[in-house]
């Protein structure tokens, strides 16, 4: 085995080691299996989930309100953190609001919104909105704030004014903080969604999850945490996939 595998394979070894050492917890029975059922026991579950079409179902439904979620709440954040980097004015009136907003747990809101929205979709779509737009705020703030002055001056120089200096200097300069901000919102997405799919959901991961508690399915638990740890891992991935390919210029990923 060369080093080039040697390295591909070490992120998965310490979840090959867990898969190992809980199947031999669940096969000596260390543990009862009505707590902790073997990943054989989760694994036929989940076949069966497949086969019957459910989990597509319920999976289609978190993936949805999370988008969505995360297309209204990350948009509006990179538009308020655009507007709060290049205005003092924006920046004064309202920043403090939202700082203090931010601070509110989504928890809190959750009696509000139910008020406001009902248990439709809107709710649980508002409450992703509003846990994704902070770290993409704060973050598309910060990276415009902290972009160097010589590089405007040159832009300048150049004859760059307006949308040319915002696409060829200002955007680049902040994307390496707006794309930590981006990473940083899609964890936070699928902690605000489990949140709200417990709003009187009849679809999602986080309902799934919630019926097998109360028939005390654990096997059937322990699969919609393996999801949302899917689902986090796959949305890294591929934000870590965009952060290449917008940021080939930027010497930390030259190769």
């Given at each position: 085995m060369n080093n080039k595998m040697v390295i591909q394979f070490l992120p998965w070894l310490i979840p090959i080691l867990f898969i190992v050492g809980w199947q031999i917890v669940s096969a000596d029975e260390w543990v009862s299996t009505q707590l902790v059922p073997s990943p054989l026991t989760v694994l036929k579950s989940s076949w069966q989930l497949i086969t019957s079409g459910e989990l597509l179902y319920h999976?289609?439904?978190?993936?949805?309100?999370?988008?969505?979620?995360?297309l209204i709440g990350g948009g509006i954040g990179f538009i308020l953190g655009i507007a709060n980097g290049l205005s003092k004015l924006s920046f004064s009136v309202t920043d403090t609001s939202l700082q203090m907003i931010r601070n509110i747990p989504n928890l809190a809101l959750v009696p509000l919104v139910i008020i406001w929205f009902g248990i439709d979709e809107a709710a649980k779509i508002f409450l992703v909105s509003i846990g994704v737009m902070f770290p993409v705020y704060i973050?598309?703030?910060?990276?415009?704030?902290?972009?160097?002055?010589g590089f405007i001056e040159m832009g300048k120089m150049y004859g760059l004014k307006g949308w040319q200096l915002f696409k060829e200097v200002l955007l680049p300069g902040a994307s390496p903080s707006i794309f930590v901000g981006?990473?940083?919102a899609l964890g936070v997405m699928w902690l605000t969604l489990i949140v709200a799919e417990t709003i009187a959901s009849t679809r999602g991961v986080g309902y799934l999850a919630m019926t097998a508690q109360e028939f005390m399915q654990t096997d059937i638990i322990i699969i919609t945490i393996i999801l949302y740890a899917l689902f986090g891992k796959v949305a890294d991935l591929l934000a870590q996939f965009g952060e290449r390919k917008a940021l080939r210029w930027h010497k930390s990923y030259i190769q």
């Open positions: 999976m289609e439904g978190s993936l949805i309100r999370a988008f969505v979620g995360l973050n598309t703030l910060h990276g415009i704030k902290n972009i160097d002055t981006l990473r940083y």
